[in-house]
């Protein structure tokens, strides 16, 4: 299971040579106003669904790729908000 969110962080971390004409992760990793406008429209198209009971694990998905993108974009590494999280439990 972690190893598809593992893949997925790999995958955004390699889009960022790529050209933007031909990946839409990387676009999203340059242009900061659409990367968090996207994590804003998906965030609310999470809760609209989970209020409707429909497509939750479909728009759930499109969150969490969209905050990963805009973690990288803004050198947030995944791996020390779970070094914070884990500083948390208790």
Known sequence: MLKNLEQLIKTIREKQNSSPDRSYTNKLLNDKNLSVSKVKEEVGELIEAVEQDSNKIHEAADVI??????????????????????????
């Open 65 to 90: 790729y969209h905050l990963m993108v805009y973690l990288e974009a803004n050198n947030i590494k995944i791996e020390d908000v779970m070094e914070e999280l884990k500083k948390r439990q208790k």
